[in-house]
């Protein structure tokens, strides 16, 4: 949703071609909440677009939870004028 007090910043900070059947993509995501009294917990979802052979290999919050074939969403608490920073890794193969 559209809220200024919180920031999502999403980059992709390793892309790695195993073989020709094989991709490693890993991404980082900041959180900020800039409200002054509220933790917020926010909703995170990915879209996992190259198709539907993939796995996490690696995530730094393992709560993460498949809502279609293509489609994971995690759930992170961020305390009032805090900050948090989920990161993970999926591998696609076909």
Do not use: C, M
């Not at 980082?28 to 979802?45: G, H, P």
């Not at 993460?64 to 193969?93: F, M």
């Amino acid at each position: 949703g559209n809220a200024f007090d919180l920031v999502g910043e999403r980059k992709q900070s390793d892309y790695n071609q195993i073989s020709d059947k094989v991709v490693e993509e890993t991404y980082e995501i900041n959180l900020r909440n800039q409200k002054e009294k509220d933790a917020v917990t926010i909703r995170v979802v990915e879209h996992l677009s190259r198709g539907g052979n993939w796995e996490i290999i690696e995530a730094s919050d393992d709560g993460w939870k498949k809502t279609d074939s293509n489609t994971i969403e995690w759930n992170i608490p961020v305390p009032a004028q805090g900050e948090e920073t989920l990161t993970y890794t999926v591998r696609y193969t076909w």
